[in-house]
């Protein structure tokens, strides 16, 4: 049994479909890469996930528990954690404050202290500026940041939309080595990205979006080999 | 009569505002939304509290102890801001904030006119809460209204800012404030949330009811409609989204309402107050202490 699958999921905004009866699955342990161009749907995929917005149909079962029926804020608390495109992390609110948020739905206070301590390994940044408010950040402390607060609600499963959008070469590199750092640790991975080189690199398997259609699915290293997915995703 | 005296007067009216400017500044900060049936809640605070604690207005009412009637008022007050925004405000989360600004009119005019018919337009005389006598320091005369509005004013604002600042639930109120969708995903129930920020915004406005009308001592059904604009005005003085903005806006409002009645006009008062506050939004159009505007249209 997979982890997550996805399967027949139409999404709609209005009148526009967006997501046009997609169907994937995510086994536990896996990074998978979602990739595809602005505007394919992937964010909306994501929000659909985690409840943010409601399918027209389909259905999303994880472990067994029916997310289309779930309350977005109930989801956290079944092991899932979304790092949203943009980061959108509380930005008045100081890097430590955004952290514990992160922990909201946990009652145990020493399992919250270690992960803490985990989140600061990982990033060391997170924990030198831990009382800084977190809107004077620099885009890849907020990328950081945001995946830091995800972290904290010890997921089994983590989404990740975009998390190298808008960073500097050099924080892209980081932000991918601490992605599979994550996964090392045993967390399963649903990776969103326009930067498909880089998540291709530390997938196993990847879906490629089409406005709305899944159009090309298989192992990573194939995706890598395979011509057309170079011309058109790997820009060569 | 000193200066001093004017002056804590001031402060202590200005507590009042600042205790209704809360609930103003928070409700605009969770849900960006004026609630204009603030002030009305108000008035409903001074009336439950008049009813309870009258032997002859509600049949078999031996009067109740005024502890106890603040108590009813504060509660009554408390489920009808839940109420409101449930019934009301919750099914126009998505809608214009025109509509939902005509709606928050709308509940304004339901509530007056189930007070005038229940308690009629005549204003009815208030008792005061107070029962001790004031004090005189050095020949200056405080009453007794003045030490305690400001004593409850202060003990309030110190409680919230606590509460905000340090309990999970204040966390949970400033995350839905920033970004619902990723308040969501911390596992904050944002319904809840809202529900809870109305809940406290008009328990305050009981209790500034009750202190309002202990200071000016009747009440009508008009009554929460002058310090529910004044207190807006002290909202958006201050900062319109900001806590520590209502309060110092609340405070500053009331001191210059009633230094400006003691020194210049009683007529020109109310005019003198709104034209501060276009001063103020003409040098700083987001308040004392407000932040950028986010203007949700
Ligand atoms: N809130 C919205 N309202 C209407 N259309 C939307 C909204 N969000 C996204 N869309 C549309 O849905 C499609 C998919 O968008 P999105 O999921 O954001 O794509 P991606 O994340 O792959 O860039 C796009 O055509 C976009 O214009
Ligand atoms: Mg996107």
Known sequence: MPMLTIENLEVYYGMIRAIKGISFSVEEGEVIALIGANGAGKTTILHTITGLISPRSGKIDFEGHDLVKTPAHKIVSLGMAHVPEGRRIFPSLTVYENLKLGAYTRKDKAGIEETLKQVYRHFPRLEERKNQVAGTLSGGEQQMLAMGRALMSNPRIILMDEPSMGLSPLYVTEIFSIIKEISKEGKTVLLVEQNAKKALEIANRAYVLETGTISMEGKASEFMQNDLVRKAYLGE | ?297
């Open chain 2, 1 to 297: 009569m000193s200066f001093l005296t004017y002056l804590l007067s001031g402060v202590s009216l200005g507590s009042i505002y600042a205790l209704i400017a809360l609930g103003y500044t928070m409700v605009y900060g969770i849900s960006r939304m004026l609630n204009f049936a603030h002030g009305d809640v108000i008035m409903i605070g001074a009336f439950t509290l008049w009813t309870a604690a009258s032997p002859s207005f509600f049949p078999g009412n031996p009067g109740l102890p005024t502890a106890v009637s603040i108590l009813i008022s504060i509660l009554v007050c408390t489920l009808l801001g839940v109420l409101i925004e449930k019934i009301a405000y919750k099914p126009l989360r998505n809608a214009s904030s025109l509509a939902v600004l005509i709606t928050a009119i709308g509940v304004s005019y339901f509530l007056q006119n189930i007070a005038l018919l229940i308690f009629g337009s005549d204003a009815k005389a208030f008792n005061s809460v107070v029962s001790f006598p004031g004090l005189e320091i050095g020949g200056m005369k405080i009453s007794a209204e003045t030490i305690v509005t400001i004593t409850v004013g202060v003990l309030i604002m110190v409680g919230l800012s606590l509460f905000i600042k340090f309990s999970k639930q204040g966390k949970a109120m400033l995350a839905v404030s920033e970004d619902k969708g990723a308040a969501q995903l911390m596992g904050i129930n944002v319904n809840s949330t809202i529900s809870l920020t109305f809940a406290i915004g008009s328990a305050l406005a009981a209790v500034a009811g009750i202190l309002y009308c202990s200071v000016f001592p009747q009440v009508s059904p008009y009554t929460g409609a002058m310090p529910g604009i004044k207190a807006f005005v002290a909202a958006v003085f201050g900062g319109i989204g900001s806590i520590p903005g209502a309060m110092v806006g609340g405070i500053l409002l009331g001191i210059i309402e009633n230094l400006s009645k003691a020194y210049i006009s009683t007529e020109m008062v109310d005019a003198i107050v709104f034209a501060v506050l276009i001063l103020v939004l003409l040098v700083k159009p987001t308040g004392i202490m407000g932040k950028k505007m986010t203007e949700k249209v």
